[in-house]
């Protein structure tokens, strides 16, 4: 159907099709207010590298991305459809890596701008992967136990093509854990033939799963704080500094637990249901108790409850770590934060309006890319061992981790130091220049 270049210029009807092509084409479907963040991120962090425009193009738009409609039989028999999606975003060192999050507000544009993220995470720390990320659109605390199986179940099938050890390795995320792990897992065997325990990280020990795994990525933001409270604010450790975890669910939990343990008061928590503060500190066994028990915080007697989860991020404290959801420090709430240091452990959860804020009021944000990177290099580990069939004790893998998190840090640390352009640029810098690095000494195929 191409015509020759004369025909194409003469005709008119050629030219006004491909430019409306091309208006179409610069990344429209994954559009979101998420990936405009990210985007403007990364575009800050590629005109201080000085990032030429074919590169810049390469290394912003996700390479690959799938949209899947799955069909799920309710409990009560009732057919309902959900929404899925799965993002790669960097082929070029590797497979790639990242969760599948269980969300009402999971989209294309979310998980294209969470796969971006996932890219600089992985060149950072300097992990053979590039970024991908994937979920369904749902509510999971309305779903069954069945019927979350089923979801998961029917979204790895239809995601099947796109996966596998040497290609794309899902992970849990918001709203999923170990056991939709073991169902993906499950469910690839049952497709291909056989067990490939390695397709998926954060499984159950007993399936390939490794020690510490689900720690990694709590314990990956406590050292994160570690550092930052020490480099950036010349403090010493963190013994009777008070820190608000926003967020109580396998990131949150495992920071409040790790941050106790070291002496930190930890004066104020909350989750979906509610938030509370209490000057005295919570004790993470109690509240680990009563959210077992109770799946919610709301309800708790030991605290006095907030009258809106939004102001739990105002409160007094020195430490404040979003552990939750993206967005939640905005221009709105910025200049009424107390907070001395924001450690990230959920993404892209501070508006680049909320950064410059912060920035301004000269409170210290140790970004997502770094704070949370725990999960994802201790996944790492999990392939590695999958793939050699060997087994890591915990002491490895904390160690491992620690000296994962360091390098990463000196690395971040004198990036910044060059640029003095703050940490969030600093990282996203480190980050493209190890991914335009293996972009262009890739080349271009064909
Ligand atoms: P999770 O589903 O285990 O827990 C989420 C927590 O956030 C729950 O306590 C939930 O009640 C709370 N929450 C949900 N909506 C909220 C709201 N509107 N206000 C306040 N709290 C709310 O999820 P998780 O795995 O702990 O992930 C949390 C964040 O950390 C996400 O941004 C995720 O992308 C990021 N992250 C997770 C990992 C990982 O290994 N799980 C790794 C890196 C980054």
Same mark, same amino acid.
């Given at each position: 159907?191409?015509?020759?270049?004369?025909?194409?210029?003469?005709?008119?009807?050629?030219?006004?099709?491909?430019?409306?092509?091309?208006?179409?084409?610069?990344?429209?479907?994954?559009?979101?207010?998420?990936?405009?963040?990210?985007?403007?991120?990364?575009?800050?962090?590629?005109?201080?590298?000085?990032?030429?425009?074919?590169?810049?193009?390469?290394?912003?738009?996700?390479?690959?991305?799938?949209?899947?409609?799955?069909?799920?039989?309710?409990?009560?028999?009732?057919?309902?459809?959900?929404?899925?999606?799965?993002?790669?975003?960097?082929?070029?060192?590797?497979?790639?890596?990242?969760?599948?999050?269980?969300?009402?507000?999971?989209?294309?544009?979310?998980?294209?701008?969470?796969?971006?993220?996932?890219?600089?995470?992985? &060149?950072?720390?300097? %992990?053979?992967?590039? *970024? #991908?990320?994937?979920?369904?659109?749902? !509510?999971?605390?309305?779903?069954?136990? =069945?019927?979350?199986?089923?979801?998961?179940?029917?979204?790895?099938?239809?995601?099947?093509?796109?996966?596998?050890?040497?290609?794309?390795?899902?992970?849990?995320?918001?709203?999923?854990?170990?056991?939709?792990?073991?169902?993906?897992?499950?469910?690839?065997?049952?497709?291909?033939?056989?067990?490939?325990?390695?397709?998926?990280?954060?499984?159950?020990?007993?399936?390939?799963?490794?020690?510490?795994?689900?720690?990694?990525?709590?314990?990956?933001?406590?050292?994160?704080?570690?550092?930052?409270?020490?480099?950036?604010?010349?403090?010493?450790?963190?013994?009777?500094?008070?820190?608000?975890?926003q967020?109580?669910?396998?990131?949150?939990?495992? &920071?409040?637990?790790? %941050?106790?343990?070291? *002496? #930190?008061?930890?004066?104020?928590?909350g !989750?979906?249901s509610a938030s509370g503060y =209490?000057?005295?500190?919570?004790?993470?066994?109690?509240?680990?108790?009563?959210?077992?028990?109770?799946?919610?915080?709301?309800?708790?007697?030991?605290?006095?409850e907030l009258d809106s989860r939004d102001s739990l991020l105002t409160e007094?404290?020195?430490?404040?770590?979003?552990?939750?959801?993206?967005?939640q420090?905005?221009?709105e709430n910025?200049?009424?934060?107390?907070?001395?240091?924001?450690?990230?452990?959920?993404?892209?959860?501070?508006?680049?309006?909320?950064?410059?804020?912060?920035?301004?009021?000269?409170?210290?944000?140790?970004?997502?890319?770094?704070?949370?990177?725990?999960?994802?290099?201790?996944?790492?580990?999990?392939?590695?061992?999958?793939?050699?069939?060997?087994?890591?004790?915990?002491?490895?893998?904390?160690?491992?981790?620690?000296?994962?998190?360091?390098?990463?840090?000196?690395?971040?640390?004198?990036?910044?130091?060059?640029?003095?352009?703050?940490?969030?640029?600093?990282?996203?810098?480190?980050?493209?220049?190890?991914?335009?690095?293996?972009?262009?000494?890739?080349?271009?195929?064909?």
């Amino acid at each position: 159907m191409r015509g020759a270049d004369g025909e194409r210029r003469g005709s008119g009807g050629w030219e006004k099709l491909l430019s409306s092509e091309r208006e179409l084409r610069s990344g429209e479907e994954w559009k979101s207010e998420l990936y405009s963040v990210a985007q403007r991120q990364f575009s800050e962090a590629a005109d201080a590298l000085g990032l030429d425009r074919g590169l810049r193009t390469r290394l912003l738009e996700p390479r690959r991305s799938l949209t899947v409609n799955l069909p799920v039989r309710l409990d009560s028999g009732e057919i309902q459809l959900f929404t899925g999606y799965r993002v790669q975003h960097s082929l070029s060192v590797g497979p790639t890596k990242g969760g599948v999050r269980f969300a009402p507000g999971v989209s294309l544009g979310e998980c294209a701008a969470l796969a971006l993220w996932m890219s600089e995470k992985c &060149a950072l720390l300097g %992990l053979p992967f590039g *970024g #991908a990320k994937g979920g369904v659109r749902c !509510d999971p605390y309305r779903l069954s136990q =069945s019927e979350k199986e089923r979801v998961t179940r029917r979204y790895t099938a239809e995601i099947l093509p796109m996966i596998g050890a040497d290609q794309d390795i899902p992970a849990p995320d918001l709203g999923t854990g170990p056991t939709e792990m073991s169902w993906m897992m499950d469910t690839y065997a049952q497709q291909i033939g056989h067990s490939v325990p390695a397709v998926v990280t954060g499984k159950p020990i007993h399936l390939g799963g490794i020690a510490g795994r689900e720690c990694s990525t709590g314990l990956g933001v406590v050292l994160a704080c570690e550092m930052g409270w020490r480099a950036r604010l010349g403090r010493g450790g963190l013994d009777g500094v008070r820190v608000i975890v926003q967020g109580m669910g396998k990131v949150g939990m495992v &920071a409040i637990n790790e %941050l106790h343990k070291r *002496g #930190a008061i930890i004066v104020g928590v909350g !989750d979906v249901s509610a938030s509370g503060y =209490s000057e005295r500190g919570f004790d993470p066994d109690d509240l680990s108790k009563w959210i077992t028990d109770n799946e919610f915080l709301r309800g708790y007697p030991r605290m006095s409850e907030l009258d809106s989860r939004d102001s739990l991020l105002t409160e007094p404290t020195e430490i404040l770590i979003p552990a939750a959801l993206e967005r939640q420090l905005t221009a709105e709430n910025a200049p009424r934060v107390q907070a001395e240091m924001i450690v990230e452990a959920a993404n892209g959860p501070t508006t680049p309006e909320a950064d410059q804020i912060f920035a301004d009021r000269g409170i210290e944000v140790i970004p997502d890319v770094f704070a949370n990177a725990g999960g994802v290099v201790v996944s790492y580990f999990e392939w590695v061992q999958g793939l050699q069939r060997l087994k890591w004790s915990e002491r490895q893998v904390v160690e491992n981790l620690g000296e994962y998190m360091r390098t990463a840090w000196e690395q971040l640390s004198s990036t910044d130091a060059e640029y003095s352009l703050g940490l969030r640029v600093a990282a996203q810098i480190a980050a493209l220049r190890v991914m335009a690095a293996a972009a262009r000494d890739r080349g271009i195929y064909p």
